[in-house]
């Protein structure tokens, strides 16, 4: 079955660039969607279809999606960014998640 | 507006069957991707199958013996229930939309979720 990748946890100060990877064999062949997910709430897209934003969402979050690995970037994170985030692609019919990375902002 | 709404028991006895039901609004169930998604506690998101309307589902191996979703035009919604559970099927239960999209090629994901259900299996 296919696998996604996530580092379990990424560092940020206010202000800065954060970056998540998500790895995968020829991800970059499919299309990588984002969630990210607050404590006690449900997941909410962020990212689709590799790098577009649903309305709503602010335009510091971007994507990029090639060769194996997909990545997620907020730039100028703010505080409210602080969440799970979550990879998710396509595969033989089948839903595919990331384990996860805990976005702290510190 | 898509709007989702889960119902069903939070405590159900090992060996015995889970049901959850998701009621849609704001969009037919008869087109997407109905889908199951399930969270363990402190843990990642685990998808568990879809139902597309006509008949065409998939589950996830690892629970396919014991998953069955089905969906219900006249009410407007879907279910789950997922048979001799154990403790190992705690978990927050999450129903969502999934979205075929297309350019050139397709991608899929999902927009819209429920608000989680949290069911526990103990006797």
């Known amino acids: 079955s296919y696998e996604l990748t996530q580092p379990p946890s990424v560092s940020v100060s206010p202000g800065q660039t954060a970056s998540i990877t998500c790895s995968g064999s020829k991800l970059g062949d499919k299309f990588a969607s984002w969630y990210h997910q607050k404590p006690g709430q449900s997941p909410m897209l962020v990212i689709y279809?590799?790098?577009r934003r649903p309305s709503g969402i602010p335009e510091r979050f971007s994507a990029s999606n090639s060769g194996n690995t997909a990545t997620l970037t907020i730039s100028g994170t703010q505080a409210e960014d602080e969440a799970d985030y979550y990879c998710q692609a396509w595969d033989s019919s089948t839903w595919v998640f990331g384990g996860g990375t805990k976005l702290t902002v510190l | 507006q898509v709007r989702l709404h889960q119902s069903g028991p939070g405590l159900v006895k090992p060996s015995e069957t889970l049901s959850l039901t998701c009621s849609v609004s704001g969009a037919s169930v008869t087109n997407y991707y109905w889908t199951w998604i399930r969270q363990p506690p402190g843990k990642g998101l685990e998808w568990i199958g879809y139902i597309y309307y006509g008949g065409n589902s998939n589950y996830n191996p690892s629970l396919k013996s014991r998953v069955t979703i089905s969906v219900d035009t006249s009410t407007n919604q879907f279910s789950l229930k997922l048979s001799s559970v154990a403790a190992a099927d705690t978990a927050l239960y999450y129903c969502?939309?999934?979205?075929?999209?297309?350019?050139?090629?397709?991608?899929?994901?999902?927009?819209?979720w429920g608000q989680g259900s949290l069911v526990t299996v103990s006797s």
């Open positions: 969502a939309r999934g979205v075929r999209f297309s350019v050139n090629l397709p991608s899929y994901y999902f927009d819209s």
């Open positions: 279809h590799d790098n």
